[in-house]
């Protein structure tokens, strides 16, 4: 986004890095912790039952030491349950197969063509979908 919070209008290609922009979700959809909470894994949808639980908690970003509050649901999700095995797979809708991905790579921006290779979905596709008007799931290209 820029100094300005408008997104640039260049057209993103198979090359430009997307993520997860969680502030799009909670201007956009009041019901993203609900739609977080069924990513978690079973053990971890006990102890978030009740997804109305908004506890912050202090995250020490490993590459920087930066502390950071980042909400705890969403901490889970992406430290534990993103990286089972089974949180991706074959049968995993475009759309679900990238925001799982970008969740279990810590929301670090990937491109569609790296995408590509983890999701088994095709770059082009991906591109396609992603790039278009809609944002889907907050994912959105990095810019700058």
Not at 71 to 85: E, F, K, S, Y
Not at 87 to 92: I, R
Not at 119 to 131: E, M, N, P, Q, V
């Amino acid at each position: 986004m820029s100094a300005t919070g408008k997104f640039s209008l260049v057209k993103p290609t198979i090359h430009t890095p997307f993520k997860i922009d969680f502030e799009w979700w909670k201007t956009h959809d009041h019901n993203w912790r609900v739609y977080l909470y069924s990513f978690l894994c079973p053990e971890h949808q006990v102890v978030f039952e009740n997804v109305s639980n908004q506890s912050m908690i202090d995250w020490v970003d490993l590459q920087t030491a930066e502390v950071n509050q980042v909400d705890g649901l969403q901490h889970t999700l992406i430290t534990h349950c993103a990286v089972q095995p089974e949180f991706v797979t074959s049968n995993t809708t475009l759309v679900d197969a990238v925001f799982r991905v970008l969740l279990a790579n810590g929301n670090k921006p990937v491109s569609p063509s790296e995408l590509s290779e983890l999701t088994g979905k095709s770059a082009d596709t991906i591109l396609r979908t992603l790039s278009g008007p809609r944002v889907y799931q907050g994912i959105r290209p990095v810019q700058g």
